[in-house]
């Protein structure tokens, strides 16, 4: 239990927040913050704790996305079941591209690369196919009933994002805490000599690409239902696989917290710089862009790994960055 | 009393932005130094601006601010996308909606009781563009029987793209290829290239600032000259920046798009003072100068900051002190029925309106005459 302590402290201090606001622009400001932190959660395991640096996490938010919208809109299935099988849909994707890219032998940034390019394929035929809308995109009607996973208040929504980022951290826990997770970070440090010593690294990268493409596709179901409007450019466009992989960078790649600490901080950022820069258009973004610069700069770990290097400096640079040992 | 003044000032589409928060403003200014809104002892408006930072999220954001901060409505989106997710959550906390450019049909489809829009949307705009171009045509002898469409693949040109598609063969037009291409996109060289293969009358492109005049130089530059350039809501093609930065590029381009009314005097007047301050004169600024007028009569007449009175107002509003060639304004379930492009084409380094007839300033140049 001690080890998913931490957890249930985040989660409980997160989920009193309502408690203590109920300002709609707060909520708001969270819900964005826990959905990029979902997204990155998904990044995080296969990126930070496996090494195998995704630029193209656009591909499973997006299919979930269109999947939870078209199933709804043409074929008049429940939100609900459609957010399970658009989070199916959006590991299928993983599993596949994983399977293609890891035979393959891809490594390092050539198996960058071909995930930016997978995303990018699924954005031009999304923006031309007829089912997904083409460039009009799918616009989910509005019916502000729970049973359509729709809500007047944010409350509600709120607490399906922290729910959903909740059961993220534990699995992510989890996982970090089991054979597999060794064998990923095991393929990470050194994926010929995992190999050497009998770690099936082809299987332990693809069930890795698959359960992170799960936990991306959640945060594409919860869009589709929060926004109930998705085009070609916001389902694969690649401002969502930037957050996903900038988020646990920010935060610390390869630790639990990192996707939500870097999710809050880079979306504080976001909005701090907003208030500096007032009414010129452009500024803050210009702000955000050098602060984001020098947090990374200044602590290259992120931030999880700079509280660490704070605490305990000058330890074992061969420790992985959570801590234990692969 | 705050209104929310809500525009994409920055990322991709932060030119047109800029422009419709320029025209918000002024008409707040306006409507300030004219004594506010007398209804209510005179009360100024305090703009709220909000950059929707050319996303729905960002845009959806804003509205949570200006809702926050008590504001009685919000004016502007531009971008379909934008428009579509800001409306809904201002749907939300019923605060009323005027938007200022955005499309797409579906915006006021929905079934929104805040959300009104002032400009025509895309049915409208498709089938005006169609007619005229059939008349443009027929006029000078039916030369042209080919087209090829360049659109951009969001919500706004691919939804135009759709309905010209339907709509082009059985007006005895043949589509050789339709090109849909992202936003932002940086060069054209091989979009221009098919086109040169292909050698259509007419060219239809249906895309926003940067894009449009990108491919209008691309074209110059290639030497591509089809019989005509005939934009649907080109983002440049009805725009004195383009015409004065590149007026061989724009030369004899006819457009379909949301223009002022040219024999309106306060349109005219405005059109100095906005040059006089060094900008162009562009759709988004006289679009969002009438809708906050339009919305600021609606506060007189609801003479209330409450946001039931408003869209009750807004919704019964007859208000015809606009700069648009649309009449007196009549809302249908929020969709304003007298709204209509018209036709404008690039004539001696100026704009010229060649249809329709009534607000016309010159007769139109068809097929554009050999370089």
Redesign the interface.
């Known amino acids: 239990m001690k080890t998913y302590l931490s957890i249930i402290v985040v989660v409980a201090l997160l989920a009193a927040v309502p408690m203590v606001t109920t300002?709609?622009?707060v909520l708001?400001?969270l819900v964005?913050a826990l959905l990029i932190a979902l997204a990155g959660q998904g990044w995080n395991l296969l990126g930070g704790y496996g090494g195998q640096y995704s630029f193209g996490h656009a591909a499973f938010f997006g299919t979930a996305a269109y999947a939870t919208a078209i199933l709804q809109v043409r074929y008049g299935l429940n939100a609900w079941v459609g957010s399970f099988i658009g989070m199916a849909a959006g590991a299928l994707v993983g599993a596949v591209i994983g399977a293609l890219t890891f035979r393959s032998g891809l490594r390092g940034s050539y198996f960058s690369l071909v995930t930016l390019a997978f995303a990018e394929v699924l954005r031009i035929i999304a923006?031309?196919a007829p089912i997904t809308g083409?460039?009009?995109?799918t616009?989910i009607?509005?019916d502000l009933h729970a049973r359509a996973f729709q809500f007047?208040s944010r409350t509600p929504f709120y607490f399906i994002a922290l729910a959903l980022v909740a059961v993220s951290l534990t699995v992510i826990r989890a996982i970090e805490n089991s054979r597999f997770g060794a064998y990923l970070v095991a393929v990470r440090e050194n994926e010929d000599a995992a190999s050497a010593l009998g770690v099936d690294a082809f299987s332990v990268k693809l069930c890795a690409i698959t359960i992170s493409a799960a936990i991306t596709a959640a945060a594409g179901c919860f869009y589709a239902q929060y926004?109930?409007?998705i085009?070609?450019?916001?389902a694969y466009g690649p401002?969502i696989s930037i957050d996903a992989l900038l988020a646990p960078i920010v935060g610390g790649a390869g630790t639990v917290f990192g996707p939500l600490l870097g999710a809050l901080a880079i979306k504080t950022l976001g909005e701090t710089t907003?208030l500096i820069a007032a009414?010129a258009?452009?500024l803050?973004?210009m702000f955000y862009g050098l602060l984001l610069v020098g947090i990374v700069g200044l602590a290259p770990r992120g931030i999880a790994g700079l509280s660490r290097a704070i605490s305990r400096p000058r330890r074992s640079s061969i420790s992985t960055p959570d801590g234990s040992r692969g | 009393m705050k209104i929310g003044v809500l525009h994409p000032v920055s990322g991709a589409l932060s030119y047109s932005g800029q422009q419709g928060r320029l025209g918000a403003t002024m008409a707040i200014d306006d409507i300030n130094a004219a004594g506010g809104i007398k209804a209510l002892g005179g009360a100024k408006i305090d703009p709220m601006l909000g950059d929707a930072q050319s996303t729905p999220d960002g845009g959806n954001a804003e509205v949570e601010k200006m809702n926050a901060a008590g504001v009685c409505a919000v004016v502007g989106g531009y971008a379909s996308a934008i428009c579509l997710s800001a409306t809904q959550t201002a749907a939300r906390y019923d605060l009323p909606y005027v938007v200022d450019v955005g499309v797409v049909d579906s915006i006021v489809t929905r079934g929104l009781k805040n959300t009104f829009r002032f400009g025509p949307g895309f049915g409208v705009i498709a089938k005006t563009a169609l007619e005229n171009l059939v008349t443009i045509n027929d006029q000078a002898g039916k030369p042209a029987k080919t087209v090829m469409i360049v659109h951009e693949d969001s919500a706004f040109g691919a939804g135009l793209a759709k309905l010209l598609n339907a709509q082009l063969p059985d007006r005895g037009f043949q589509v050789l290829e339709t090109i849909p291409h992202p936003t932002p996109m940086r060069e054209f060289e091989s979009v221009v290239l098919k086109i040169k293969a292909q050698n259509p009358d007419i060219i239809i492109p249906a895309n926003y600032y940067n894009e449009y005049v990108l491919l209008a130089r691309t074209l110059q530059q290639q030497r591509v000259r089809p019989k005509g350039i005939y934009s649907v809501l080109g983002g440049a093609a009805s725009s004195y920046k383009f015409v004065k930065e590149f007026p061989e590029a724009a030369k004899y381009i006819m457009d379909c798009n949301h223009w002022f009314d040219p024999k309106n005097p306060k349109a005219l007047a405005l059109k100095k003072r906005v040059e006089d301050k060094g900008q162009f004169y562009t759709y988004e600024v006289y679009m969002n100068y009438s809708c906050m007028l339009l919305l600021a009569d609606a506060l007189e007449r609801a003479a209330s900051t409450d946001r039931a009175k408003i869209t009750d107002a807004l919704a019964t509003s007859t208000f015809s002190g606009h700069l648009m060639p649309y009449g007196p304004t009549k809302f249908v379930n929020g969709q304003n029925q007298g709204a209509a492009p018209v036709n404008t084409q690039v004539l001696d380094n100026d704009i010229q309106v060649i249809l329709p007839a009534q607000f016309a300033s010159a007769k139109p140049v068809f097929p554009m005459p050999p370089a």
Do not use: E, H, Y
């Open positions: 300002s709609n622009v708001n400001f964005t923006s031309v083409a460039g009009v995109g616009l009607p509005l007047q926004f109930l409007f085009d070609a450019g916001i401002w907003k009414d258009p452009g803050d973004l």
